[in-house]
């Protein structure tokens, strides 16, 4: 059974930091799997923040949401035994508070910004930006 679990969200200033920590468990989620951070914010859908890919051997690509408001400011890595993902968001703005969810897909995913992609998702973490 494949549990995502998130950590490290929490309320911040404007301007300030968080990191956010995904580790995924279960024999389906392998250093080849695709994962990715998405976000919800009320009242809106669903949306893809960033992801990252292996694209052979150690390395991984990263990919971001097309949207200004995240490039840039956060930065997705892929650490200890490959199936633990960070965000490391930056310069924080109230429109970055939401839920934001961990995301994990079998080996193979080919649209890493697509939600449906994704076959395991975390419970979420709220990040809430304050001013």
């Known amino acids: 059974q494949v549990q995502l679990v998130e950590s490290g969200g929490g309320l911040v200033q404007v301007g300030g930091s968080l990191r956010l920590s995904c580790a995924a468990s279960?024999?389906?989620?392998?250093?080849?799997?695709?994962m990715a951070w998405f976000r919800q914010a009320p009242g809106k859908e669903r949306e893809f923040v960033a992801a990252?890919?292996?694209?052979?051997?150690?390395?991984?690509?990263?990919?971001?949401a097309d949207a200004d408001s995240v490039k840039g400011r956060f930065t997705i890595s892929r650490g200890g035994a490959k199936n633990t993902i960070y965000l490391q968001m930056n310069s924080l703005n109230a429109e970055d508070t939401a839920v934001y969810y961990c995301?994990?897909?079998?080996?193979?995913?080919?649209?890493?910004?697509?939600?449906?992609?994704?076959?395991?998702w975390g419970q979420g973490t709220q990040v809430t930006v304050s001013s």
């Open positions: 990252t890919t292996w694209i052979g051997g150690s390395t991984y690509r990263a990919t971001y």
């Open positions: 279960g024999s389906t989620v392998s250093t080849t799997s695709a």
């Open positions: 995301a994990a897909s079998r080996p193979g995913v080919r649209r890493p910004t697509q939600a449906q992609e994704y076959d395991y």
